[in-house]
Antibody
């Protein structure tokens, strides 16, 4: 059974930092792209970042570029999101999600999210 | 960035009725790189449809997806009580993945 368990929930002041983790089990973690998706309270879903199987490619939504860093440790079946210079608008539940790919013209890219964790809440407030 | 607009914002129907949810893209994108998710209160989203019309594993056949180009739809043929939730579309036809704002399907 595929399981994704996020941790790192917390309350942090604006400008502060926080590191989220996601522990994966039930599948070959090193074979999949992975992503972070967030949801502000009462709002919709927003893709945040994704990372290739070997960590060699990473993509971020513009609003977090230069502030968030996604990484993974395939030996530990773990995914991470280092969040710096946090802002009030970063307040959200953060989900990690297993990411499928689509291939076209000889290249492959991340696509949809077939398994999700239960999420971890990040609150940025003074 | 491709903007996805879902309509209606809220859909009020009764169990047994047919539901049709719409997702319109601000620009056409490659092939049918669109997915649909269901989210219930306090839960993570669940994948329903990918590739615009392929059902995910374990999804009942009352859920179907269609469309191409800029106009897509999710149809639930006969609503069951457990289908009342929020539904999101998501595109992966560009390097920046985006979601629609969601349609709330509520019991009438």
């Amino acid at each position: 059974e595929v399981q994704l368990v996020e941790s790192g929930e917390g309350l942090v002041q604006p400008g502060g930092s926080l590191r989220l983790s996601c522990a994966a089990s039930g599948f070959t973690f090193s074979s999949y792209w992975m992503s972070w998706v967030r949801q502000a309270p009462g709002k919709g879903l927003e893709w945040v970042a994704n990372i290739k199987q070997d960590g060699s490619e990473k993509y971020y939504v513009d609003s977090v570029k230069g502030r968030f860093t996604m990484s993974r440790d395939n030996a530990k079946n773990s995914l991470y999101l280092q969040m710096n210079s946090l802002r009030a608008e970063d307040t959200a539940v953060y989900y990690c999600a297993r990411t499928r790919i689509y291939c076209s013209g000889g290249s492959c890219a991340p696509s949809y999210f077939d398994y999700w964790g239960q999420g971890t809440l990040v609150t940025v407030s003074s | 960035e491709i903007v996805l607009t879902q309509s209606p914002g809220t859909l009020s129907l009764s169990p047994g009725e047919r539901a049709t949810l719409s997702c319109r893209a601000s620009q056409s994108f490659s092939s049918s790189y669109l997915a649909w998710y269901q989210q219930k209160p306090g839960q993570a989203p669940r994948l329903l449809i990918y590739g615009a019309s392929s059902r995910a594993t374990g999804i009942p056949d009352r859920f179907s997806g269609s469309g191409s180009g800029t106009d897509f739809s999710l149809t639930i043929s006969r609503l069951e009580p457990e289908d009342f939730a929020v539904y999101y579309c998501q595109q992966y036809g560009s390097s920046c993945i985006t979601f629609g704002q969601g349609t709330r399907l509520e019991i009438k």
